[in-house]
């Protein structure tokens, strides 16, 4: 029988390619516990840096699940967060726990934690030596410089706080879960649907909890230093931890540029959708509210297992 491209359903498609980065899986020793001692000056400078040019952005434009959340925490904007102080907090109110790691996880590990409520964090941040070090002898980074390789930063400014929030932390196990249903095929579809449907719920991913974003709502401003000037909230976690995208989001919305454009969230639409990782995103899609995201996903878990 000839093998049939599923992924010609699939729009937008560039070629990404993650070749070189390490990538571990549960076979692997993939646990690496923080060495938060040995973080060095350097490695807090680059930390401060990248907190404190975007802090009052996001007080003016990030959710209000998200401020709420980094409120709690003991999140610093001055030097590396403990992971040992933030992961109990997190386990108290929503029972997901922090699992420090050494990279880049395969899908069915990743699932596997995060249906266990576990989020695996990394503690080397980029432009760092240690960074560095690790691809000595491998070039991942794209023209522009981008790497998908996980920081610290994403992992902890950019995820953490809004896994405080209650609702979001169920939605981001609902994932998981069935992330790992999709890995373990009970429904023993073939190995290139298994694969369709990984990239679906990737696609998924990519355009919600880390790209995505919500229309404005004026009851967040209480929550704000400064009142938000644009129709948008900021909760996906990959703007979140991008100065170059939160501005981005800025300056497209006030028509000061025009790049990306802001689309109405279409659950079918985006998981046929593919994204490049490895640039400012010429598209956003904007939720009406969180609600909206939590019952779509609900409703369709039907979209990611697609039979042929
Ligand atoms: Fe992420």
Redesign the pocket.
């Known amino acids: 029988m000839n093998k049939i491209d599923y992924n010609k359903l699939f729009k937008n498609v560039i070629p990404n390619s993650i070749e070189g980065i390490k990538i571990f899986s549960s076979s692997d020793k993939y646990i690496k516990p923080q060495e938060f001692d040995s973080v060095t000056n350097l490695e807090n400078r680059i930390w401060s840096e990248l907190y404190q040019n975007l802090e009052l952005l996001l007080d003016q434009y990030a959710s209000r699940e998200y401020l709420l959340g980094l409120r709690t925490l003991p999140i610093p904007n001055n030097m590396f967060p403990n992971f040992k102080a933030i992961s109990p907090l997190l386990e108290n109110s929503t029972s997901w726990t922090l699992i420090p790691v050494a990279g880049f996880l395969d899908e069915e590990l990743f699932f596997e934690l995060n249906k266990d409520r576990k989020f695996p964090v990394t503690d080397i941040i980029r432009r760092s030596p240690r960074f560095e070090q690790k691809y000595l002898n491998s070039d991942i980074k794209n023209a522009r410089g981008y790497t998908p390789e ?1 920081d610290i930063f ?2 902890i400014q ?2 953490i706080p809004l896994l405080m929030n209650r609702k979001y932390a169920d939605f981001m196990w609902e994932i998981g879960v069935l992330g790992y249903e999709i890995v373990k095929n009970k429904r023993n579809l073939t190995h290139e649907l298994v694969n369709h449907n990984l990239k679906r719920l990737q696609n998924f991913s990519w355009w919600t909890y ?1 790209y995505g974003l919500l229309k404005s709502s004026r009851r967040t401003d209480k929550f704000r230093r400064v009142s938000n000037d644009i129709p948008y909230e900021i909760y996906g ?2 703007i979140i931890s991008s100065l170059d995208e939160t501005k981005n989001i800025i300056d497209c919305s006030k028509g000061k540029a025009s790049r990306s454009k802001f689309l109405k969230y279409d659950i079918e639409e985006i998981v046929l959708t593919c994204f490049d990782y490895s640039d400012i995103q010429d598209r956003y899609f904007v939720i009406d509210s969180m609600e909206e995201l939590y019952s779509s996903f609900s409703k369709n878990k039907n979209l990611f297992f697609y039979e042929g």
């Open positions: 996980p994403h992992d950019g995820h880390e976690s990959g």
